[in-house]
């Protein structure tokens, strides 16, 4: 069960061990450290790994003043002992066609734990409850096989191959197209 902790576009969401939280820049060291992990920035082909600590200062400052409020990303913190273990949250919101594009990383002591398939429960309830949307995008590296499963696990259906979708350090890369509907959505 979701928990809604403030009544907005991106409201803190709590479930049963995780609290999703705004960034702040009080963030910036677990951002630093979590984005220059090799095994983080592995499949994230859009961005290049982080190598500086402005870069993290920069990330959630990107994240603090929104344009026109179209992305956000949560903070996961454990509950158990206030860790920080990833982000998620939703890139290009159109509220004209009332779709968003999904992103997330976890960092990888925490993997297989049920971490993120908990979070992004939450993440797309909030998504289709409050920002009403109808369709929810995830554009994932065809080599991500944990994010593919991830995905399928939540229900999103895999509409096709983006071809040298993204270039990063001078070599392009496929992703895969997934997609989850309103109407398909299972909480």
């Known amino acids: 069960m979701t928990k809604i902790v403030k009544d907005n576009n991106f409201p803190t969401l709590e479930t ?5 939280r705004q960034m702040t820049l009080e963030d910036t060291d677990f951002v630093f450290q979590h984005f220059s992990d090799s095994a983080v920035s592995r499949y994230l082909m859009d961005e290049p790994p982080v190598t500086e600590y402005a ?3 920069e990330i959630i400052q990107f ?7 179209t992305h956000n990303r949560w903070l ?8 920080s273990i990833g982000t998620c949250g939703f890139h290009k919101w159109d509220k004209r066609y009332f779709r968003a594009e999904i992103g997330y990383d976890l960092s990888p002591s925490f993997w ?9 429960r939450a993440v797309i ?10 369709r929810i995008d995830a554009l994932v ?4 096989d944990r ?7 939540l229900g999103f259906k895999q509409e096709g191959v983006l071809r040298d979708y993204f270039c990063l350090d001078g070599k392009f890369y496929d992703h895969y197209l997934f997609a989850l509907l309103q109407r398909e959505w299972k909480s």
């Open 16 to 20: 049963e061990r995780l609290i999703l």
């Open 55 to 57: 870069q993290a200062q």
């Open 63 to 69: 994240y603090l003043e929104p344009e026109e409020g």
């Open 76 to 83: 996961m913190v454990r509950k158990s002992d206030h860790r």
């Open 112 to 120: 297989g734990q049920g971490y993120m398939i908990e979070a992004l």
């Open 125 to 134: 309830a909030s998504g289709v409850e409050h920002m009403r949307l109808n």
């Open 141 to 144: 590296y065809i080599e991500n």
């Open 147 to 153: 994010s593919i499963q991830l995905l399928r696990r």
